[in-house]
Nanobody, 121 residues
């Protein structure tokens, strides 16, 4: 089992910045990928950014150039630096980790409980 704890959400004005953090604990295989998804009201949960243990990153087109994902492998922690925030960036941000299930060769995703990001003047 893996547990994820997010922090850093809140209220920010358009054009402002926020930094989200997510710490993973439990049985974590070193070959893993961590990331962030966003769920806006009335919409599905969409990918924001992901990063592998080797540092390969992927971003949604809507956040490229504004958001930066990074991680600390020693601490099993992933960060999302969000700049130039827009109203469309608002929603609940969920942290996720994709890991191997011990002894099976299969992979699964674990999710955090989410942190609210509100962008409003």
């Amino acid at each position: 089992q893996v547990q994820l704890v997010e922090s850093g959400g809140g209220l920010v004005q358009p054009g402002g910045s926020l930094r989200l953090s997510c710490a993973a604990s439990g049985s974590i295989h070193p070959d893993n990928a961590m990331g962030w998804y966003r769920e806006a009201p009335g919409k599905q949960r969409d990918l924001v950014a992901t990063i592998t243990d080797g540092g390969s990153v992927r971003y949604a087109d809507s956040v490229k150039g504004r958001f930066t994902i990074s991680r600390d492998n020693a601490q099993n922690t992933v960060y999302l630096e969000m700049n130039s925030l827009e109203s469309e960036d608002a929603g609940i941000y969920y942290c996720t980790i994709n890991v191997y299930i011990a002894g099976t060769g299969l992979r699964t995703n674990y999710w955090g409980q989410g942190t609210q990001v509100t962008v409003s003047s």
